[in-house]
């Protein structure tokens, strides 16, 4: 897919965000302060009228307005037609119906497409570019981008300084998505692993919510640098063998991101983890944050589609059993701590290799 050079010379593009969540009204906000032509859709009316009314997401983003010039709207047919470009921030678990609704009316046509959703298809471990480019396969696309990185919404609207990744096989399509979102206060990165930049920004998720655990127990410090430290190298082992490059779970959409969805008080994954660790069972920890945990549904995934053996994904291996099959957080540490004894770096050779003979 090549490019649409338009994007880059209109001077104020139209720019369809499709998802009214905290990260959709971010990145709306972002494109927006840009000189874009920014619009929200919301699946409901009512939501959409929520918006309309209030200009805030409150309790989700508090303290922040959604800007007058931002129009919020339920018509998904008339926000795409107007579009020049289509910036999808739905949760993964409705990306595949949404783009469904999307597809054969022509709206899509020369029009690149950046996706905002940390997720996988569960079933399959397909990216959310990867599903959209199948659902989309006849819609003469214009570039196709994944957007990710450490940038939890409440300080994006708070143009707290953050940093992204534009990951594309295009890299103009790449450096278009980097031409439209990068601000002053928030960086934009290009990159050409689309396939690695979300699988990190998926898989960190599962990875927060063991660190979620460990607090709740009332672990320290060292449990959870232990945790993200050996949950970076399980990452990197299930990007590798999938067709990433190592490299990028070093980045800012993996290492970047796993850091601060483990360690920030904004997050849901390891929000979850917590109320898992004081008793609450899955489906009553979840109603409690919230909001959509990604984590969950990546953790689903996972267990329908293992790409590595539970011994080389052994964190997230126990996170899935305490969601999907009732394992306690208690016995869960009793079989971390229990492996046999390994070396720092045991099995990564073997992945390496498996990356270039692939």
Known sequence: MEGDERTM??????VAVLGAGSWGVALACVLDANGCTASIWAHLESDAEHLRKNRSLEPRLPGARIPDSIEITSDLHGCLSRADVVL??????????????????????GKMVISATKGLQVGTLRTMTNLLAEAWANENLAGLVALSGPSHAEEVVQRIPTAVVAASTDIAAAEQAQHLLQRPEFRVY????????????????????????SDGLGYGDNTRAALITRGLLELSRVGVVCGARPETFFGLSGLGDLVVTCTSRHSRNRKMGELLAQGHDPKEAERMVGMVVEGVETSRALDSHKPVPEDEMPIMTEVIRILLHGSEPGE???????RERKAEWHGMKDTLQHRTQG
């Open 332 to 338: 869960s540490v009793r079989r971390l701590l229990g």
């Open 88 to 109: 999808m921030a739905v949760p993964s678990a409705f990306m595949k119906p949404v783009a469904e609704q999307c597809a054969g009316q022509g709206l899509l046509a």
């Open 190 to 213: 290009t990159g050409p692993d689309p396939l690695g930049t979300q699988l990190g920004g998926a898989l960190k998720n599962v990875i927060a919510i063991a660190v979620g655990i």
């Open 9 to 14: 010379n209109n001077p104020n593009p139209y």
